[in-house]
């Protein structure tokens, strides 16, 4: 049976972009999913999550503690992992969504909330968005980013290149309840970002002694949306023959 040039043009697309979209499914994480390293002037201590701490379902990964965490250095304790709010989910499509929720102990303490490196096959034409909200409760309590630029939340790609950040301080005042948060490019839209081959994020910043600070963020990256519209032309080419 003699396929019509269009068909058969219709089919390569399909072909190419299927092959593109399973691609992105085969993504890989490092072994060690989450870090969570808390520092202070009662000493430092690390908590890493590794990929079989978790649930996966099918190639997506999720991890949240069932109790409070306390983060300890020798017999001191450093700071305590709140159980709610707490997780990271990573999903091979692919995106890292992150949340913390953290009881600072009697000194001020730097906390960094590192996830694994996801990585993929190479989307050519990436596009991307990033968003986060961090709350900080007590009278007075402080939060500081760590990362270069000041902010408490950074998500990059390609090892090192930095796609966002952004939360700067956050001071609550006699409310006691501050918010800080950030969309980026905003709107719900993406920003092309060319070839893109892993991906991670990392929230760092120093927070008020007994300071309690919660958050959630998520880093996510598609392919541009021509690649997503040759898509839907070949299929609907396929079912008009």
Known sequence: MKLERSRIRAL??????????????????????LRITA?????????????????????????????????????QVVGTIVKDDSYIAIYADPQIAMG??????????????TSGVLSFPTI??????????????????SLVGLHAGGGAYRAYY???????EAI????????EFAVGDFAYPGGGAYLPIGSVSNMGAEIAFTLSAN????????????????GLLLLALGVCVLRRR
């Open 12 to 33: 390569g697309a399909l072909v190419i972009v299927l092959s593109f979209v399973a691609g992105s499914a085969l993504a890989d994480v490092s072994e060690v999913v």
């Open 100 to 113: 913390f929720s953290f009881q600072a102990g009697d000194t001020p303490t730097d906390v960094i909330v």
């Open 168 to 175: 700067g301080p956050i001071t609550a005042g006699p409310t």
């Open 124 to 141: 050519a034409e990436a596009t991307a968005r990033a968003d986060a909200a961090f709350t900080v409760m007590g009278s007075g309590v």
């Open 39 to 75: 520092s202070s002037g009662r000493g430092t201590s690390v908590l890493e999550i590794t990929a079989d701490q978790g649930t996966w379902e099918g190639d997506n990964f999720f991890w949240s503690p069932n109790e409070d965490i306390p983060l300890m250095s020798g017999d």
């Open 158 to 164: 390609n090892d090192s290149v930095t796609f966002a």
């Open 211 to 226: 300071g309690f600070a919660s958050g959630s963020s998520n880093f996510e990256i598609v392919p541009e949306p021509a």
